[in-house]
């Protein structure tokens, strides 16, 4: 069985910072891409960033220069740290993986940037 256990939500003060984690689990061979998104109350969910298996990186215009995705391909655990959090960043993140051809999803971590 394939989970996804994210961690490391919580609340911050608007310019501080906060890292997610996400770790996949379960007897899996290849993880690719691996990504972050997010859902804040009333809004539909959106992209943050993606790293594909070799370390590319993609940002959404948003976090681009704030927050940092990164990944330990030997833990199967991708990143997401945030830095200068506003409180816009406010919102439940997931993260998104690719095994095979198949997306799996993480529970979902709240993240709440207070003003």
């Known amino acids: 069985q394939v989970q996804l256990v994210e961690s490391g939500g919580g609340l911050v003060q608007a310019g501080g910072s906060l890292r997610l984690s996400c770790t996949v689990s379960g007897t899996i061979f290849i993880v690719n891409a691996m990504g972050w998104y997010r859902q804040a109350p009333g809004n539909q969910r959106e992209w943050v960033a993606t790293?594909?298996?070799?370390?590319?990186?993609n940002y959404a215009d948003s976090v681009k220069g704030r927050f940092v995705i990164s990944r330990d391909n030997a833990k199967k655990t991708v990143y997401l740290q945030m830095n200068s959090v506003k409180p816009e960043d406010t919102a439940v993140y997931y993260c998104?993986?690719?095994?095979?051809?198949?997306?799996?999803w993480g529970q979902g971590t709240l993240v709440t940037v207070s003003s």
């Open positions: 790293i594909t298996t070799g370390g590319s990186t």
């Open positions: 998104k993986v690719t095994i095979g051809s198949v997306e799996r």
